[in-house]
């Protein structure tokens, strides 16, 4: 079975760091790539990211390029999202999910991660 | 960046009804378009593909159409286990965009 299984909830203060995981089982994890979406309360979703763990060829989309770094580690099948100093406005439910090809859209989804940031 | 819209934003329907989410491309994007189901409180759950090939284990009630900029997710008839936002998703550039999301709500 497939899973995608994420750390749990973290409640942080700005300008502190965080590393958030998600770990694939079930499936050859080095074969596809995972990408991080974003959901802010009430809000929808928006795409951060997309990382192949073999490689850790990124990319990222614009909005979240600099603020965020996506790192993989196939050695213990698990992807992260990484932030160096938080702001409030990244309070929000992160997901992780994974594709097969760059070219595809997600198949499977993380149950994500609630990061809150609040001094 | 390419704009998703989608229409309605939200919508009542009745157990049984068939309904239909409509989602705009701002410029063509073939057919590289997917749909995924998000219930309160849960993450999403990818249904269909490349506009139209149903992802494993997803009921044949839901189908997708279209190409280019215009297309359409249906429910044929409406269950309880459906009521939920639905949002499509372009895969065809960079950045990856959602439509904004259509909440189906029982009337």
């Known amino acids: 079975e497939v899973q995608l299984v994420q750390s749990g909830a973290e409640v942080k203060k700005p300008g502190e760091s965080l590393k958030v995981s998600c770990k694939g089982s079930g499936y050859s994890f080095s074969s596809y790539w995972i990408a991080w979406v974003r959901q802010k309360p009430g809000k929808g979703l928006e795409w951060m990211g997309i990382i192949h763990p073999d490689d850790s060829d990124t990319r990222y989309s614009p909005s979240f390029q600099g603020q965020v770094t996506i790192l993989a580690d196939k050695s213990i099948s698990a992807a992260y999202l990484q932030w160096t100093s938080l702001k409030a406005s990244d309070t929000a439910m992160y997901y992780c999910?994974?594709?097969?090809?760059?070219?595809?859209?997600?198949?499977?989804w993380g149950q994500g991660t609630l990061v809150t940031v609040s001094s | 960046d390419i704009q998703m819209t989608q229409s309605p934003s939200s919508l009542s329907a009745s157990v049984g009804d068939r309904v239909t989410i409509t989602c705009r491309a701002s410029?063509?994007?073939?057919?590289?378009l997917a749909w995924f189901q998000q219930k309160p409180g849960k993450a999403p759950k990818s249904l269909i593909y490349a506009a139209s090939t149903l992802r494993s284990g997803v009921p044949s009630k839901f189908s997708g159409r279209g190409s280019g900029t215009d297309f359409t997710l249906t429910i044929s008839s409406l269950q309880p286990e459906d009521f939920a936002t639905y949002y499509c998703q372009q895969y065809n550039s960079y950045p990856r965009t959602f439509g904004q999301g259509t909440k189906v709500e029982i009337k």
């Open positions: 410029q063509d994007i073939t057919n590289y």
């Open positions: 999910a994974r594709q097969e090809w760059l070219s595809e859209a997600p198949d499977y």
